[in-house]
Nanobody, 127 residues
Framework: QVQLVESGGGLVQAGGSLRLSCAAS????????MGWFRQAPGKEREFVAS????????TYADSVKGRFTISRDNAKNTVYLQMNSLKPEDTAVYYC????????????????????WGQGTQVTVSS
C-alpha cells in the first residue's frame, strides 16, 4: 500500500503561483512513476503532469506546458508541482497519483489505470 498526502493548495489571483507537494509512504518511492491530475466541478478527472521514478522523463498536458513544472525528491519521498501564470481555468481539486508499473512513465492515460491516489487539494484561481 502507498499513502499519498497532498498539500499546498489555496486561493491565488490569476497570474500568480502555487507549489503543490505530495508526500508518499513506503521505502520504494523511487520506483514509482508519479503524477498530478485535476478535477474541476462537473468535469472528469484529467491528466496534468507525470514524472518517472528517476525523474528523467516528464510529461505534461498541453494546457499546462510552459507554466507548470513537475519534480521529485526521492530522498524525501515527495513529488512537487510548481504552477506559474495560473489562470481561472486551472481551478480544480488536484490529485497526486502513483503508478507502480516501471514501464508507465507517462501517466497521461485513463485515470482508471492509476494504482494509488491522494485525497486531493483545492486550487482556486480568481480572475
Amino acid at each position: 500500500q502507498v499513502q499519498l498526502v497532498e498539500s499546498g493548495g489555496g486561493l491565488v489571483q490569476a497570474g500568480g503561483s502555487l507549489r503543490l507537494s505530495c508526500a508518499a509512504s513506503g521505502r520504494t518511492f523511487s520506483r514509482y512513476n508519479m503524477g498530478w491530475f485535476r478535477q474541476a466541478p462537473g468535469k472528469e478527472r484529467e491528466f496534468v503532469a507525470s514524472i518517472s521514478g528517476g525523474g528523467v522523463t516528464t510529461t505534461y498536458a498541453d494546457s499546462v506546458k510552459g507554466r507548470f513544472t513537475i519534480s521529485r525528491d526521492n530522498a524525501k519521498n515527495t513529488v512537487y508541482l510548481q504552477m506559474n501564470s495560473l489562470k481561472p481555468e486551472d481551478t480544480a481539486v488536484y490529485y497526486c497519483a502513483a503508478d507502480t508499473r516501471p514501464w508507465r512513465s507517462n501517466l497521461s492515460g485513463p485515470p482508471s489505470l492509476i494504482d494509488y491516489w491522494g485525497q486531493g487539494t483545492q486550487v482556486t484561481v480568481s480572475s
